[in-house]
Structure formats: C-alpha cells, structure tokens
C-alpha cells in the first residue's frame, strides 16, 4: 500500500448541514475539497450511509476522500436521516424518505459555488445500494456513479432472502445489527451538548426492529420492487461502474448490471474479494488501485477527459486458479481476463449429466448440514471461507464427474437442472459445486438454493404435490474458477443448509431422477484472452491518503470467530460467531468507541422446528468524563411449523442512568418460508 503524503491540490475539510426538501430535517454532512487560490469550481462525489461518520467509518473515509479531493473533486460523506449526526429519525433501509434525501443532497450538492454542477456518487453495500436506487430516480447533475458489493435484486440478492428462502443467518443477523446501530446517539460535538439527548431519544422512540418488516414480505411483492433497480435498468441514466468481488454474496449484480445496460455507460469489474473495497488489502488478494480506477471513471463522466475508461472491456474478472480448502487466503492465484460483451462470445454451455439411472436417489439431510458453509458476508477474516467441504459432502448426495482429461475454466453463473419430487408440499433443495482433489479434498466453487414453492416465480407460493417429478432449474452463484486436469467436479444436493436457509417446519426428503437432472457450466475459451490483440488487463498497486490515527483494541480474553459444538446426546449443534466489525477503538479525538456482538445459531439434527438464531450487541461510546453513551440489544427468531416468532430488546443508558428500555415481540405466519 502506498500512502499519498502531498498532492497536488491544497485539502480543507469542514463539516455543515444540507437541508431538505420537508425544511425542518438536516442531514450532517462532512466536506473534504481543495481550496487552491483561484479555485475554479469542481465536481462533487457523495457517498451517503448511516453507518456514522465520524467514528465507524472514519477510518475509511480518511482513505479516500481526502484522495478525491487532492485530485480535484469535493467529496462528500453525509450520514443518512435519523444517523450518525443527522437530524430525524430512522427509517426503513433505503425507504423513500432516504432516496428522497438522497436526492435533496445530490442537487444542493450541484447548487454550491465551488461545484461544476455535476455530482458523481460511490459507495460499498449500503452506499452502492442507493447509488444505484438514486441513479434510477435520475437527478439532473448525477452524471456518473460507482457502485461496489451492491445489488440490482433486493429481494433474492440481499440479506433477506435467496432462492425465495428466508436467510437464516443474515435476516436475524442484520436486522439485529441495524438495531444496534439505530440505536447510537448522536455525537455532542457535532451537534451540541443540549441537542444530542434529546435527538437520541426521539431517535429510540422511533425504532421498529426492521426484521418484522422483512419476515412480513415473505414474496417478492411491491415492498421489494421498490429499491430494485433490475425492475427497470432503463431508469439509470448516469455512468455506472460496477464492482464486486466472488467472494462476496452481491457479485451477480456486477453480472447483471453489464448485460442489461448499454455498452457506452457501463463497466464492470470483480476480483476475487469479500466485502471490502478492492484497494484495502484484506483477504483475499490481490488488492487493486482501485482510487486510481475510479479517478478515470470520473475523469471521463464528470471532467470530459478522454482517460480511455470506457474503451477497457465492458467486463474485467478474476478467474481463480484451483486451490485447497482454506477458510482464508491472503491471496487468490489467477489472472484477469476481458470480455467486450456480456453475455460472452468466448462462454459456452456445456452440459454435463448428473448421471444415467432412472432409479431415483434420495435426499434427506440432517439439519445441520450448512454448518461449513462460511460467512454469508466474508469481511477478510480468518474464519471467513467455507472449510474443506468433506463433512458436508458426507451430509449430502454426490454426483461426481470422471477425473478430468484436462484444465475447465468456468465464468458466470453455472445452473443446476434437477428432475425431481418432494415427499412434502414445502422443501428446499441445495446445490454446491465443488472442486474435488485426488487426495479427497473438496473447495467449494460455488452454490445456489431454490425454495421449491417459489419454482414458478418469486412472487407466488406453489406447493409441491407429493409423488409427482417435476424438473426444477435454478442458478448458483457466478464465479470464474480453473478446474485442473485429474480432479473431479462435484455436485453435492441436500435439501437443508443451516444456518444460512431457515429450514420448513416439516421434515422432508426428496427424490432425485440422475437421468434429466444435469450440471450446466458457462466454460470460457481460454483462447479468447488474445482477442483482438488486447494487452493484458493490469491495474496500478493500491493508493490512499494517510491513515487515520486510530488504536484498535485486543479483548483481554479473545474468542473464537466461528465456534461449532455438538451436544451429541441431544444430537444438538450449535454455531456461536464473532462478526469481528473491528472491535474496539479510540479516535484521535479522545472519543473511544466499544464494541462486541455474537451471533449463536442452534439446532437440532433431527428437528426443524429446533432452530433459533439470536444477535447480541453491546456498544459503548466515551469521550473523557464529558459523554458516556451505552446501548445493549438482543434479538431472537425462532419459528412453529405455522409462524414466526419474534423477540427483540433494547436497553441505552447515558452516564449509567438508562434512557430508553423496549422490548417488542411479533409473530407473522409463515407464508411461503
């Protein structure tokens, strides 16, 4: 990592408020722009989260925007409504009232004497989130955004739901998560000693946990169309640069995001990286110069510089090279590749059979089997990846190929043609593709789940009729991986994966028919890298302003990240995780932020209705003997075969006197889950 000392264009950061459109609520916002004598006017880039600027995320923050601003842009992080230090109170995650706000801030942004009138927008997950969502509502002066680990699909690509299946691990986890962020008050010294209490308290009367909302939707319905950009790609106007990484669960947006919109306004790049920006260095590498990248992005939509962007291939990827199990890696073997077109010239289908019997196999695996699955959002930590996938296979049915005669590059998202019949109205079916070694060891490649009352379209719920075969279709995740000559390519189907797919409340088992049931991989040509004499892709090594003076603080008594137990008597497991967001930490303003959460995740091998997933948080933030905030929350799902039960609880106290207690509890039928 090379870190810029000096550049160019003289910095100044200041901190105001943007008003919006209502006149009664301002959003925070902080400003880093050059302010060179003379200073002719310059575009600006936002980027709009809740996530609190001037503790959470300000140790990323100092890493590129001032970067942006010594090359000649005013960049902008403004907290969204009822967060961090703006005014308001919360709302739903990317509700109207954010996109609206959203909006305000972007034309007051264009409005300013020291913008050219043009505004650009960036973010990762929540900020890319409602670049795209904003981009489709078309402000005048947004001319061009980047959108990193974001999704076009809010409700089969997001934390909610996949295949039309509920995700255990994330819709408990986030929604507890946001609970707990909600919950922090504002800062004292950005927005007054007499201001800050009662912001918060009108803050944390306001709170609803957001996991009602989303165990309400259980469909994809008008809730989450709106948000959803792939319901109309038409909408977005502005220049788009999509970014992802395989290792992390938005990357098909990146896929997408190229296919349906037009050659002249969007690219698109994914390396092999978790949910990080690209240019930190977290694992797994390697990390990229992407603040260079997107500087040629803006350049050329923001500056009407010619800085050859848009003649790059309209997608760069990263195509793994076979590895062995690992739950982390500081670096992934590989190279990039280039396409022009997407979908691909250079990309075929090949379709390979699952086998030739008539005779069915059946499927019922314990409900444990998902234990191995890894991080639903990999951050690059240790633990973070699945692990070797033997003890999974061993839960699942295999069908796997003869060894190979030699090397298979895939690229896309493979698909899964199963001829099958459930022994329930409602099941799941689970399908991983795995890199068989001749030692034995398995890495998975990639996976993908389908809630078969959802088979028909994520908008309805069909059951199954018991004792009839129906053939069922479905897509994993993309990804671009090697297969090596000699090893064997597996496809492992269970009907269970905890904790990621919260299972139905009835025990099932599927048949599967080996004859019609096939593996359908999208195999890239590997000699379409010398097409049209192109050069190499290569990007430049990472660059970031210097660092924030932050000290991270090691727990006296560290835990493991991921924890697996069994309770053999009981037949019971149980998965305990760290999130590991980064713990505690001091800033260089005396203010020392704390931080804990666990996640615990339980059931029983023999028992859907077993499964509980609790989040616990306890924050605490402190600045000398003047300001001492603690907020404490613990939500609980649990579910009968005919509802789901919800339990959630916050308690914030302000010098050790509490400020507001809650306890909300709700109950929602199982619809379609």
Same mark, same amino acid.
């Given at each position: 990592?090379?870190?810029?000392?000096?550049?160019?264009?003289?910095?100044?950061?200041?901190?105001?408020?943007?008003?919006?459109?209502?006149?009664?609520?301002?959003?925070?916002?902080?400003?880093?722009?050059?302010?060179?004598?003379?200073?002719?006017?310059?575009?600006?880039?936002?980027?709009?989260?809740?996530?609190?600027?001037?503790?959470?995320?300000?140790?990323?923050?100092?890493?590129?925007?001032?970067?942006?601003?010594?090359?000649?842009?005013?960049?902008?992080?403004? &907290?969204?409504?009822?967060?961090?230090? $703006?005014?308001?109170?919360?709302?739903?995650?990317? /509700? %109207?009232?954010? *996109? +609206?706000? @959203?909006?305000?801030?972007?034309?007051?942004?264009?409005?300013?004497?020291?913008?050219?009138?043009?505004?650009?927008?960036?973010?990762?997950?929540?900020?890319?989130?409602?670049?795209?969502?904003?981009?489709?509502?078309?402000?005048?002066?947004?001319?061009?955004?980047?959108?990193?680990?974001?999704?076009?699909?809010?409700?089969?690509?997001?934390?909610?739901?996949?295949?039309?299946?509920?995700?255990?691990?994330?819709?408990?986890?986030?929604?507890?998560?946001?609970?707990?962020?909600?919950?922090?008050?504002?800062?004292?010294?950005?927005?007054?000693?007499?201001?800050?209490?009662?912001?918060?308290?009108?803050?944390?009367?306001?709170?609803?946990?957001?996991?009602?909302?989303?165990?309400?939707?259980?469909?994809? &319905?008008?809730?989450?169309?709106?948000? $959803?950009?792939?319901?109309?790609?038409?909408?977005? /106007? %502005?220049?788009? *640069? +999509?970014? @992802?990484?395989?290792?992390?669960?938005?990357?098909?947006?990146?896929?997408?995001?190229?296919?349906?919109?037009?050659?002249?306004?969007?690219?698109?790049?994914?390396?092999?990286?978790?949910?990080?920006?690209?240019?930190?260095?977290?694992?797994?590498?390697?990390?990229?110069?992407?603040?260079?990248?997107?500087?040629?992005?803006?350049?050329?939509?923001?500056?009407?510089?010619?800085?050859?962007?848009?003649?790059?291939?309209?997608?760069?990827?990263?195509?793994?090279?076979?590895?062995?199990?690992?739950?982390?890696?500081?670096?992934?073997?590989?190279?990039?590749?280039?396409?022009?077109?997407?979908?691909?010239?250079?990309?075929?289908?090949?379709?390979?059979?699952?086998?030739?019997?008539?005779?069915?196999?059946?499927?019922?695996?314990?409900?444990?089997?998902?234990?191995?699955?890894?991080?639903?959002?990999?951050?690059?930590?240790?633990?973070?990846?699945?692990?070797?996938?033997?003890?999974?296979?061993?839960?699942?049915?295999?069908?796997?190929?003869?060894?190979?005669?030699?090397?298979?590059?895939?690229?896309?998202?493979?698909?899964?043609?199963?001829?099958?019949?459930?022994?329930?109205?409602?099941?799941?079916?689970?399908?991983?593709?795995?890199?068989?070694?001749?030692?034995?060891?398995?890495?998975?490649?990639?996976?993908?789940?389908?809630?078969?009352?959802?088979?028909?379209?994520?908008?309805?719920?069909?059951?199954?009729?018991?004792?009839?075969?129906?053939?069922?279709?479905?897509?994993?995740?993309?990804?671009?991986?090697?297969?090596?000559?000699?090893?064997?390519?597996?496809?492992?189907?269970?009907?269970?994966?905890?904790?990621?797919?919260?299972?139905?409340?009835?025990?099932?088992?599927?048949?599967?028919?080996?004859?019609?049931?096939?593996?359908?991989?999208?195999?890239?040509?590997?000699?379409?890298?010398?097409?049209?004499?192109?050069?190499?892709?290569?990007?430049?090594?990472?660059?970031?302003?210097?660092?924030?003076?932050?000290?991270?603080?090691?727990?006296?008594?560290?835990?493991?990240?991921?924890?697996?137990?069994?309770?053999?008597?009981?037949?019971?497991?149980?998965?305990?995780?760290?999130?590991?967001?980064?713990?505690?930490?001091?800033?260089?303003?005396?203010?020392?932020?704390?931080?804990?959460?666990?996640?615990?995740?339980?059931?029983?091998?023999?028992?859907?209705?077993?499964?509980?997933?609790?989040?616990?948080?306890?924050?605490?933030?402190?600045?000398?003997?003047?300001?001492?905030?603690?907020?404490?929350?613990?939500?609980?799902?649990?579910?009968?075969?005919?509802?789901?039960?919800?339990?959630?609880?916050?308690?914030?106290?302000?010098?050790?006197?509490?400020?507001?207690?809650?306890?909300?509890?709700?109950?929602?039928?199982?619809?379609?889950?």
């Amino acid at each position: 990592m090379k870190y810029r000392e000096h550049f160019d264009r003289q910095v100044t950061r200041e901190d105001v408020w943007i008003p919006t459109r209502d006149g009664r609520t301002h959003l925070h916002a902080r400003i880093w722009r050059p302010t060179d004598a003379g200073t002719a006017p310059v575009p600006a880039l936002l980027e709009y989260l809740p996530y609190r600027k001037t503790d959470w995320t300000a140790p990323r923050d100092a890493q590129r925007h001032p970067w942006y601003a010594g090359h000649g842009y005013a960049s902008v992080r403004v &907290d969204i409504r009822g967060h961090g230090d $703006s005014e308001g109170t919360p709302g739903d995650e990317y /509700d %109207a009232q954010e *996109l +609206a706000d @959203g909006v305000d801030v972007v034309n007051w942004l264009a409005e300013q004497p020291w913008c050219t009138g043009k505004v650009g927008m960036f973010g990762i997950s929540w900020g890319g989130f409602n670049s795209l969502q904003i981009a489709a509502l078309a402000p005048e002066p947004l001319k061009a955004i980047v959108t990193v680990c974001s999704t076009d699909d809010r409700y089969d690509n997001d934390v909610h739901y996949t295949g039309g299946a509920v995700l255990g691990i994330d819709m408990l986890a986030w929604a507890g998560t946001m609970l707990a962020f909600a919950a922090r008050p504002p800062d004292p010294t950005s927005v007054g000693g007499d201001r800050w209490l009662p912001m918060w308290r009108e803050r944390l009367e306001a709170l609803d946990p957001f996991l009602h909302t989303w165990l309400a939707h259980q469909q994809r &319905d008008d809730y989450w169309r709106h948000g $959803s950009v792939c319901e109309d790609y038409s909408a977005i /106007d %502005a220049a788009v *640069l +999509a970014v @992802g990484g395989w290792n992390d669960p938005y990357r098909d947006t990146v896929l997408r995001l190229v296919e349906h919109l037009p050659d002249d306004r969007v690219r698109g790049i994914v390396g092999p990286w978790s949910h990080q920006y690209p240019d930190r260095g977290l694992p797994p590498g390697p990390a990229i110069g992407f603040l260079q990248e997107t500087l040629r992005w803006w350049d050329q939509h923001l500056k009407g510089e010619d800085t050859g962007v848009m003649r790059e291939p309209k997608l760069r990827a990263w195509l793994n090279d076979p590895v062995p199990p690992a739950t982390s890696y500081d670096e992934m073997p590989g190279r990039w590749v280039g396409d022009d077109n997407w979908p691909s010239p250079s990309v075929s289908w090949d379709a390979r059979p699952l086998g030739g019997s008539d005779t069915p196999v059946l499927v019922r695996s314990p409900q444990h089997t998902g234990l191995d699955a890894g991080r639903f959002f990999p951050f690059g930590n240790e633990s973070d990846l699945p692990p070797d996938q033997r003890e999974e296979d061993g839960r699942s049915v295999c069908f796997d190929s003869a060894p190979l005669d030699g090397r298979v590059e895939i690229l896309g998202r493979p698909r899964v043609r199963l001829r099958l019949d459930s022994a329930t109205p409602r099941a799941h079916v689970v399908a991983r593709v795995c890199d068989v070694a001749p030692d034995g060891s398995s890495t998975l490649v990639t996976r993908g789940v389908l809630n078969l009352l959802s088979r028909h379209g994520r908008d309805r719920a069909v059951e199954w009729t018991p004792g009839t075969y129906e053939t069922v279709e479905f897509e994993l995740n993309g990804i671009g991986y090697a297969f090596p000559p000699g090893h064997r390519i597996r496809v492992a189907v269970s009907d269970t994966y905890w904790p990621w797919v919260w299972p139905h409340g009835e025990r099932g088992q599927l048949a599967v028919l080996p004859v019609g049931s096939a593996l359908l991989l999208p195999v890239r040509d590997p000699a379409s890298d010398g097409d049209e004499g192109r050069a190499p892709i290569r990007f430049e090594e990472p660059e970031q302003a210097p660092p924030l003076s932050v000290t991270y603080e090691r727990p006296a008594e560290a835990t493991p990240e991921r924890l697996v137990t069994c309770d053999v008597a009981k037949g019971e497991w149980t998965l305990e995780v760290d999130p590991n967001y980064g713990g505690s930490r001091v800033y260089p303003d005396g203010l020392r932020y704390e931080e804990s959460a666990r996640e615990t995740y339980r059931i029983r091998a023999d028992d859907p209705l077993s499964a509980v997933a609790v989040s616990e948080w306890t924050i605490r933030l402190r600045r000398g003997d003047d300001w001492d905030a603690e907020i404490m929350t613990r939500t609980e799902l649990r579910a009968t075969a005919t509802e789901f039960i919800m339990d959630s609880r916050m308690e914030t106290r302000a010098d050790g006197e509490t400020v507001v207690k809650r306890a909300w509890h709700r109950t929602t039928p199982r619809t379609s889950a």
